[in-house]
């Protein structure tokens, strides 16, 4: 089923330091986060175990296929939830970390946003989405 989305171009760079790169970006299967705010940041804000910045999922829809740790390229980013959550502070110009629940894997900026018409996957009659970590990479 199609469903008009916003989707953001956006410049990402993984972080040098991850001992893997990250595959299947151009099949919707990479979901992680992005938290808008510094690019500078390492560490997840919390209070006790409570994580308490806004955790916005995006589905990785352009690029390449395959980023190696410290590549920086252009992608496109599906903003998922929407209209659900609307993603008001994802515009051009803003810069954020790229997040594998708290782990800090990325940082980008986006470029420009638009609407696109997407299949967006979901949850089948036979069950739920997989989760994160059934995506693993």
Sequence with gaps: MDVKVPVVQAEVTLLP??????RLLTTGKYRPHIVIGSQSQRVAIR????LTEN???VMFVGGPDAMEPGDTVEVKLALMYFPEEPYNE??????????????????????????ESFPLPLPSPQGPLPSMSDNAL
Excluded at 17 to 22: T, V
Excluded at 102 to 109: E, K, M, Q
């Design 47 to 50: 209070e006790g175990n409570r």
């Design 55 to 57: 955790y916005l999922g």
């Design 90 to 115: 994802v515009q051009p110009g803003a810069t954020f970390t790229v997040r594998e629940g708290p782990l800090i894997v990325g940082y980008g900026v986006i470029r420009s946003r638009g609407l």
């Design 17 to 22: 330091e991850l001992s893997r790169g990250r």
